[in-house]
């Protein structure tokens, strides 16, 4: 009995993976190591944006005269959903758990921005480093993949600043249940 219960969740975690594209895993690798290595540039191509100044917009998130907000490079398992097609595009849905560190350059209330960075990221594990004066943070995440004539990515989280808000018309936020 046991053998058959791992052979049946062998394969629906096969299913899930084999639904998502190679070039699309391949493309969901190179934006995940664009982020860790602050690659404004990468980001500004493979993220679906409208924002006029979308480099100015990230490069301010990333690293301002306050705080360094950084990926961890971890070994990132992500959930792809089945394809849905709206209007004419090809979406996924992408689940992963992600970290971050964030690490403030001037002196902070710990308890206060603990709190606020929880709530904002909707954290399930955060750690305070009091010689870096950073914070590590796990949460689940979210982002939407786009293919029309490539691929475009939308973080549908705080991950990022709301750029991609634009890329989401409401046909995929009803779809995604994202009203």
């Not at 993976?17 to 391949?26: E, F, N, T, V």
């Not at 540039?41 to 301002?64: H, K, P, Q, R």
């Not at 961890?72 to 992600?98: C, E, H």
Request: hydrophobic share 45%.
């Amino acid at each position: 009995m046991k053998t058959k219960l791992f052979l049946l969740l062998l394969l629906l975690t096969a299913s899930v993976s084999a639904q998502a594209p190679a070039a699309l895993q391949s493309e969901v690798k190179k934006l995940y190591t664009a982020c860790h290595d602050i690659d404004i540039t990468a980001l500004t191509e493979m993220l679906c944006t409208t924002e006029a100044d979308i480099y100015g917009t990230l490069d301010s998130y990333f690293l301002n005269e306050n705080d360094k907000f950084r990926y961890v490079f971890t070994n990132v398992k992500y959930n792809y959903s089945a394809p849905q097609t709206i209007d004419g595009k090809t979406y996924y849905l992408i689940n992963f758990r992600n970290m971050v560190r964030v690490t403030y350059f001037k002196p902070i209330d710990v308890a206060a921005k603990q709190a606020e960075l929880k709530a904002l990221f909707g954290a399930t594990e955060i750690t305070y480093n009091k010689d870096r004066n950073a914070f590590l943070l796990a949460y689940p995440a979210k982002m939407l993949a786009i293919q029309e004539s490539g691929w475009k990515f939308a973080f549908l989280d705080k991950t990022l600043p709301p750029v991609s808000a634009g890329c989401l018309t409401e046909n995929v936020k009803k779809a995604f249940g994202l009203q």
